[in-house]
């Protein structure tokens, strides 16, 4: 067979129908940093010619390339229909975004369209600093010729600072019931758990939702989510007993696979702070729902609960040492309409949070200069009265709704787009992201279960990739995007960074971002791949040379 076959840059999303841009086959890393690229192929032939190829790769480094098949899923919503021209398509279509780890190392190839893997080199600390071919072989088994595809992979000689952003996509627990079929908090739960947080923590995720209740999150109002509470509650005589086991259980495997902190589930219900979240108790014996829609947030008997619930758990965090690891919520995305009710629901528990942060995704700036929230989390396209306002300790977020000029990881998008994220953010001193989806497998409201490999939008709730970052995989083992890996690069971006402004200050290290380009600013920045690539390795070169002064 004649195969066509080209080396690509992590950013590339090869789609079916049109030939990638080819690369330079040059990637580059410090020793703590996960390098990726791509390889392309299709055959010549007659339409629905198929042949097969073993894949094999031959470098002083190849024990730590792992190979990963990119697969296609059905993109009906690309985006909205008043979108900026920063997309790949706009068109429904067979779109680039599942990555499948391939153990017999068999792939197909055909004439009518292309195909591509994605590879990772990820050594550990001891590999010496130095440049490393790396040959990958596509050895047809018809016995025709085999081809080579040649990459140089360079190793810098020093290592990347500990990451500082905290990170955080809001984890669905119901979402590994539904599509494995287990029970909420049962064993095999628990193992799937660590299996997605495992992969959550190794991608930069190092803040995870707590579900000490049910989180009150896109759920129909009226509605109600599969009950997810890790705190036992016992409804009594004089009160309530609680209890922590599974909440000390959940924190421990958490820390086990690297997540650092933790966001307690939101107190009061979604956009106003009007009713309680669902809350179950045993009730005489019998497991029942004790507070939810029904019930009036500030309401004398939600309140009560409140004071004894929160005592009992921040004393609980204190004995656990993760006091200045917790963070807490009121309500998510409150609005101007809302203050009232959000303002009688922070003061009904500020005296119990004392010391620890409250944060809330809010876009307002005059309910933030209200003093209703304390610390605001705007979307990326509401963040300037914020910059402006020199809020300390500022992060941001984006979800549906920032689908214009901004960074996203919609599955049309491309991925630059997704990556500029991470010097955006170094810029502007931003100290948290949030996004709302790691794996929601839902509609809109929650009103029944998805398939993700066959909606992606949520059965159209958002654009294409909104609603998750990996897909569930077998075996209860989550399956990557290419969405969550250009993510991952653009937090090693920003660390990188962050270590160049440590040598020669902040001040310099932007300036060498935006050497001949407009200043970067949340939406405006340079829309090319080349840019990107072309920046990180000048800021590479730059650290390298001031280690050595």
């Known amino acids: 067979m004649i195969l066509q076959s080209y080396v690509v840059s992590s950013l590339e999303k090869v789609f079916p129908d049109e030939a990638p841009r080819a690369f330079d086959g040059r990637v580059e890393g410090f020793k703590n940093e996960n390098v990726s690229f791509q390889i392309s192929w299709k055959i010549d032939g007659a339409p629905c010619t198929r042949e097969y190829f073993k894949l094999k790769v031959e470098s002083p480094v190849s024990a730590y390339i792992r190979v990963r098949k990119v697969r296609f899923v059905p993109v009906l919503y690309p985006t909205r229909p008043d979108a900026d021209d920063n997309y790949l398509r706009k068109t429904p279509g067979l779109y680039p975004d599942p990555i499948t780890d391939e153990t017999d190392m068999r792939f197909a190839a055909f004439a009518d369209h292309y195909e591509s893997a994605w590879f990772d080199v990820d050594c550990p600390d001891d590999i ?28 810098l000689d020093a290592s990347l600072p500990k990451q500082a952003l905290i990170h955080t996509k809001w984890f669905h627990y119901d979402g590994l019931c539904d599509r494995y079929d287990v029970e909420m908090f049962s064993e095999k739960w628990w193992e799937i758990l660590k299996n997605y947080v495992t992969v959550f923590a190794k991608r930069t995720m190092n803040c995870l939702l707590t579900p000490i209740h049910t989180p009150p999150l896109d759920t129909a109002v009226g509605g109600e989510r599969r009950t997810c509470q890790l705190i036992d509650v016992k409804k009594t005589e004089s009160g309530y007993e609680f209890g922590f086991e599974k909440f000390e259980r959940f924190i421990a495997l958490a820390q086990e696979c690297g997540v650092e902190y933790f966001e307690m589930a939101h107190l009061f219900s979604q956009w106003g702070a009007a009713h309680a979240p669902k809350i179950v108790a045993d009730v005489n014996g019998e ?59 922070r003061l009904a528990v500020k005296e119990k949070l004392e010391g620890f942060p409250i944060m809330d995704a809010l876009s307002d700036i005059e309910l933030y200069k209200s003093g209703a929230v304390q610390n605001p989390i705007p979307s990326n396209n509401h963040i300037k009265p914020f910059l402006e306002e020199k809020v300390p300790n500022l992060w941001t977020y984006y979800c549906v709704g920032q689908y214009k000029d901004v960074a996203n990881t919609f599955i049309a998008m491309p991925g630059q787009r997704t990556r500029i994220l991470g010097l955006q953010m170094f810029k502007y001193d ?6 709302w989806g790691f794996n929601f497998y839902n509609s809109e409201g929650s009103t029944h279960a998805v398939n993700p490999f066959l909606t ?59 050497e001949n380009i407009e200043p970067i600013e949340f939406d405006v920045y340079p829309k090319s791949a080349s840019y990107l690539l072309e920046t990180r390795k000048r800021i590479n070169r730059a650290i390298i040379e001031n280690l050595k002064k």
Not at 128 to 155: C, K, M, S
Not at 430 to 435: H, W, Y
Request: charged share 25%; with cysteine; proline share 5%.
């Open 128 to 155: 010496p600093a130095g440049e490393y071919p790396i040959n990958i072989i596509l050895a047809p088994q018809d016995g025709t010729e085999e081809t080579v595809l040649n990459v140089v992979y360079t190793r």
């Open 456 to 514: 992606t939008d949520g059965d159209g709730f958002t654009p294409a990739g909104d609603c998750f970052q990996v897909y569930p995989g077998e075996g209860g083992k989550p399956i990557e995007s290419v969405r969550v890996m250009h993510m991952n690069e653009a937090i090693y971006d920003m660390r990188a960074l962050q270590m160049l402004a440590s040598l020669i200050g902040k001040d310099e290290a932007v300036k060498l971002i935006e």
């Open 287 to 345: 497991k029942k729902r004790i507070f939810g829609w029904e019930t009036e947030a500030t309401g004398e008997e939600y309140v009560a609960f409140l004071n004894q619930y929160l005592t009992q758990l921040v004393g609980k965090i204190d004995e656990l040492g993760i006091r200045e690891k917790c963070l807490f919520h009121i309500s998510d995305e409150p609005n101007s309409t809302m203050i009232d009710n959000y303002m009688k629901a």
């Open 430 to 435: 931003i100290k948290g992201f949030l996004q």
